[in-house]
């Protein structure tokens, strides 16, 4: 909720552009850290504990920026709020992967990631409002007790096939030798480089509409690309089949280096809002699509650390992000950043349309939807 605002708290307390970036940066080493290991948890011991770790981390964590103004503890706290999404976007992803057949599997991933946008439209909006009426205390404390119910909402939570993880997953493949499968290194790259874009934006959004002077607060540039990315989930979902995953991710990372070029060139509130639609709309194409293509081509006993292993790739990215582009802003500012992030994600784009498949041919066909997943697993493990 207060992340979009996180920034200007940083900012308020002291903090120069590079410093924000390095305290912001904090949150993906803490990704980095925890994800392996949180993955093999989800493997071994079940969905639930791993859901379970990163709510109640989404409790504690703003309790921590709400008790000091210390940049180094500020960073500590980041690292440690970091363990939340790392245990959260792949316990929720396999949990669902676990329930759902492989061929609805797309359709209800894409409904189910809607809680995803739709608390990111709600979340900045009311972030904003708290902010501007109240402070920051009550931002803070508010987001800590929607973190506290998550939790108690989990607790209802019952797992498929528990018993079977546990005894698959003993003894498979270690977490980082998945990367050896292309299967898994070329999606992971991919996410690596759409990573640095997207920790640009997160950190940097808000402080670059403060230096251009734009009258628009930077909650409703999120909630206007959570709004769109809640419509293209819904979207995936109803034609994804249709259409082919290849196809809807193709479009998703092209929307989104479109929405890059835009935040680039952007003078008015409705150019960033346009961006912001975009941005959007492209994430809420590619994040369904990656988890059923990334569910598709794992066991149960390897999902997790399968999808551990590729958003690593994004974690790793936002946490090259923050403080590299933080520095370059100290130098150049805000906007050069976002040309730089524009030719990342084409570079996302071009290593999907030509490596998603086993060769050049296979590649063009899965990424335009003429052709099918050659990675899709029946029940072969990934070796």
């Known amino acids: 909720m207060f992340l979009p605002t996180l920034s200007l708290y940083l900012d308020h307390v002291g903090g120069t552009p590079g410093q924000v970036g ?29 859901l379970l770790i990163g709510l109640g981390v989404v409790a504690l964590a703003p309790l921590g920026y709400a008790l000091t103004e210390s940049l180094p503890l500020l960073f500590a706290v980041r690292v440690f709020h970091g363990i939340s999404v790392a245990a959260l976007t792949l316990a929720f992803s396999a949990l669902v992967a676990d329930i759902v057949p492989g ?28 902010l501007e009426n109240y402070g920051f205390l009550p931002l803070f404390l508010t987001s800590s007790a929607l973190g506290g119910l998550g939790f108690l909402l989990a607790l209802w939570v019952k797992e498929v096939g ?21 299967a898994v290194h070329i999606p992971t790259l991919m996410m690596l480089l759409l990573g640095l ?32 990315g809640f419509v293209m989930r819904l979207f995936s979902g ?16 092209g929307a989104y280096g479109v929405a890059m070029v835009i935040m680039f060139l952007a003078r008015s509130p409705q150019q960033f809002l346009l961006a912001a639609i975009i941005e959007g709309g492209g994430f809420g194409l590619v994040i369904p699509c990656l988890a059923a293509m990334l569910a598709d081509r794992s066991l149960p006993e390897q999902r997790g650390r399968i ?20 520095q370059i802003a100290n130098s150049l500012g805000y906007r050069p950043l976002f040309a730089i992030t524009a030719v990342m994600v084409f570079l996302s784009l071009l290593l999907f349309v030509t490596r998603s ?27």
Request: a positive charge.
């Open 162 to 182: 528990q018993a079977d993880l546990a005894k698959n997953a003993t003894g498979k493949m270690p977490f980082w030798s998945l990367l050896k499968s292309p």
């Open 103 to 130: 061929e609805g599997r797309a359709e209800v991933l894409s409904y189910m990631s809607l809680t995803t946008p739709t608390g990111m439209c709600l979340g900045p909006a009311l972030g904003s409002t708290l």
């Open 357 to 383: 498949s086993k060769d050049l041919a296979y590649s063009l066909r899965f990424a335009l939807g003429r052709g099918e997943d050659v990675y899709a697993l029946s029940s072969k493990r990934l070796s």
């Open 197 to 228: 874009a997207f920790g640009n934006l997160m950190t940097f959004t808000a402080l670059y509409l403060q230096a251009e002077a734009i009258p628009l607060k930077a909650g409703y540039f999120f909630s206007a690309a959570a709004v769109m």
């Open 22 to 50: 390095q305290v912001m940066g904090g949150f993906t080493i803490g990704l980095l850290l925890f994800r392996p290991r949180l993955a093999n948890l989800a493997d071994r011991q079940g969905r639930k504990p791993a």
């Open 307 to 326: 999808f551990g292993v590729c958003l690593l790739g994004l974690d790793l990215g936002g946490a090259i992000a923050a403080p590299l582009f933080g």
């Open 238 to 253: 109803l034609v994804g089949g249709k259409l082919g995953r290849g196809l809807l991710m193709s479009l998703g990372i």
